[in-house]
């Protein structure tokens, strides 16, 4: 079944998780994409090694649904390459500062300039305005810098996110934009500059604590892992283990206390609604932990599911691969690539659609694997393409 996206191709120049994502998510899709690395590889290909040849977790889950192209386009000939691919594509993606994207020449004028219908995809750090326009940064510079790393933790050492929550949620705007810049250019007919920032990203996700702390300068410090405007709203330790559990909401809250045993804590003014139950949380936990110190985290979930508590394990990351709704669901995808000892499991789709599915069509690419191929559909033959292997070019 072809995807909402065939007939559209794409240059993935992105490095790492914020470019290169919204390429997989748009290759999911349908589209064609073309990652274009370093002769040596790109730096992310080699991040958590987890086959023989080197290339990483990472990786082998960004690079589902593309060909690889090793390219210089720094070289004369590199260059030339590029604008045969520009002239033919429909969008180019680079999560790199801008200047680099002028020294490759794939900033938006100097594409838009050969293919006037072509969408370019940037992310920086900070973005194109403002005096941090020309920093670097990575997913936990937005995290330090949106407030999100001091409200985590335990008030006194802030705590970032190990799962790199910026660069997705990124990468994931950064396919939305293309998607309504593509709606657009089939009305207008025109390209467009679609560009993200993480620390955007980070405030757009932070938004609501900013909104709250200029209203009223609560000053709010990390709590660990208990809620700020709800409660009980915390983790809990089982005779066997973590869980997580919340009430949000006064349904919620006193079906927990019918839970409890304890009725009348729905009455009690400290817990009167939920900002309330946020202040007073620590004597909340206090409650929950009591009731789940004589109980495995099964039976814990159990009643908590019976009342309908949301609550969930915390899973260690083998134990997500082995619980059962996500193996029943088939969350994971099994894909084979050379040199690994099993089949990698990426997710199989990050959204599902019900006559359109996003499909995972082909592995990630070994380094510059389908170069020979891309070059020879540009129009290149084979002595050229050799002596462009022998100059360094690909």
Request: charged share 20%.
């Amino acid at each position: 079944m072809a995807g909402v996206l065939e007939g559209i191709r794409v240059l993935d120049f992105g490095r790492y998780i914020a470019g290169p994502f919204c390429g997989t998510m748009l290759g999911d899709l349908g589209a064609e994409v073309i990652r274009i690395e370093k002769l040596e590889g790109s730096e992310d290909r080699w991040v958590t090694p987890v086959v023989e040849g080197g290339e990483g977790a990472m990786f082998l889950q960004m690079g589902r649904n593309k060909l690889g192209l090793t390219l210089n386009p720094m070289k004369p000939a590199g260059r030339e390459i590029v604008k045969k691919l520009v002239a033919v594509s429909d969008v180019v993606i680079a999560n790199l500062p801008y200047e680099d994207l002028q020294k490759m020449g794939i900033d938006y004028d100097t594409i838009s300039a050969i293919n006037p219908r072509i969408i370019l995809a940037t992310t920086s750090t900070f973005g194109s305005e403002g005096p941090y326009a020309t920093r670097v940064g990575f997913d936990t510079i937005g995290q330090a810098m949106s407030g999100a790393m001091f409200l985590s933790g335990d008030g006194k050492v802030p705590t970032r996110m190990n799962a790199p929550f910026v660069d997705f949620g990124t990468a994931l705007l950064n396919t939305v934009g293309v998607l309504a810049a593509l709606i657009d250019r089939a009305k207008s007919g025109k390209g467009q500059k679609v560009e993200t920032a993480l620390l955007r990203t980070a405030i757009n996700i932070t938004n609501g604590h900013l909104i709250e702390q200029a209203m009223l300068s609560l000053n709010r410090i990390a709590t660990l892992n208990r809620g700020f405007t709800a409660g009980p709203s915390d983790t809990f330790k089982c005779k066997d283990g973590w869980i997580y559990a919340m009430t949000i909401g006064q349904p919620l809250f006193v079906r927990w206390c019918k839970l409890m045993g304890n009725e009348a804590l729905a009455q009690d003014p400290r817990f009167k609604d939920d900002l309330a139950r946020g202040d007073n949380g620590e004597a909340l936990s206090a409650i929950m932990q009591t009731w789940c110190d004589t109980r495995t985290a099964a039976e814990a979930l159990a009643a908590l599911e019976a009342n309908r508590i949301p609550a969930g394990p915390i899973y260690t990351p083998q134990q997500a691969l082995d619980d059962k709704h996500v193996q029943d669901a088939k969350f994971l995808h099994p894909m084979d690539f050379p040199g690994a000892g099993k089949p990698v499991p990426v997710l199989q789709e990050p959204v599902k659609l019900s006559r359109t599915p996003l499909t995972i069509r082909r592995r990630a690419p070994k380094l510059g694997e389908h170069t020979d191929q891309i070059l020879r559909e540009l129009g290149y033959e084979p002595a050229v393409i050799q002596q462009l292997r022998a100059d360094r070019v690909i």
